[in-house]
């Protein structure tokens, strides 16, 4: 009987796991879930995810994401990790209802691992974000009960040979990005300070600098953003991804940037 299960299975295979799991196991999918309804329902507390900022620089795309979530006036973390790698060439960062949030990143990771194992290929980059853009189209119901999910997707295009950024909207709306661009309740400033430090052409080094201080600027007027910690030892996580693939950028070189940022502005007695 489990052997008839497993040749069934195995007939029905596709490249997408999420077409495998919305055939056999719907329950299982993040958004997927039953939530309280009626006049007496109780809005659900939850932790939110922000901020994300992401931008190309010579040779790549990089992204970077703070480390605070809040629920409500409450920080609910602030070791909560937002930008993930999505496979060897691409990388996700997360805005938006943690839970679900992190839910659809580990699925979304499962579904390009998969497509590779039944393929035998990489997916196209432009593949990989049409994928995850109807992945949060899937979330829709959720977000219009609060439980938005609002994505940034980024990668290398080995076929093109240059990093290209996604942005998407809760309806799955996919926007290709042609510098940089930002999500999240500190997006606003953090998207202001990246009008003035990026410029064309920005060496990776350069661009870590641009994206921490961008984090910094968020924080410095958004309280669910949270900004450098020394006293705690807690950075942003950034990535970059170039030819050789995703990397993290490694906390003691993300150490040093914040350290002299910070020591540039108390040099400079800024007010703002």
Not at 107 to 123: A, D, M, P
């Amino acid at each position: 009987m489990q052997e008839s299960t497993a040749h069934q299975v195995a007939a029905n295979a596709t490249s997408s796991f999420t077409e495998h799991l919305q055939r056999d196991r719907p329950e299982l999918l993040p958004y997927n879930r039953d939530l309280p309804t009626g006049a007496g329902a109780t809005p659900l507390q939850v932790p939110h995810a922000t901020t994300i900022v992401a931008m190309s620089y010579d040779g790549g795309v990089l992204m970077a994401g703070d480390r605070r979530a809040t629920m409500g006036n409450i920080i609910a973390s602030r070791h909560i990790e937002k930008v993930f790698p999505a496979d060897h060439y691409s990388v996700l960062g997360i805005a938006g209802t943690a839970g679900i949030a992190i839910d659809l990143t580990r699925l979304f990771q499962v579904e390009l691992e998969h497509y590779e194992k039944i393929e035998g290929t990489l997916l196209s980059l432009e593949g990989k974000a049409n994928r995850l853009g109807a992945m949060i189209r899937g979330n829709l119901p959720m977000a219009l009960q609060g439980l938005a999910v609002v994505p940034l997707f980024a990668g290398f295009d080995t076929a093109a040979g240059f990093g290209r950024l996604f942005s998407y909207d809760v309806t799955g709306g996919r926007y290709e990005e042609r510098e940089h661009h930002t999500v999240g309740s500190g997006s606003v400033f953090a998207r202001g300070a990246l009008k003035k430090l990026w410029r064309p052409n920005l060496t990776e080094a350069e661009a870590v600098a641009v994206a921490v201080e961008s984090l910094y600027d968020a924080a410095d007027d958004d309280s669910a953003t949270g900004g450098p910690d020394p006293v705690r030892q807690l950075w942003p996580v950034v990535y970059t991804v170039s030819r050789s693939g995703a990397r993290r950028v490694p906390e003691p070189e993300l150490a040093a940037v914040a350290g002299s940022i910070i020591e540039s502005r108390t040099i400079a007695r800024r007010e703002a």
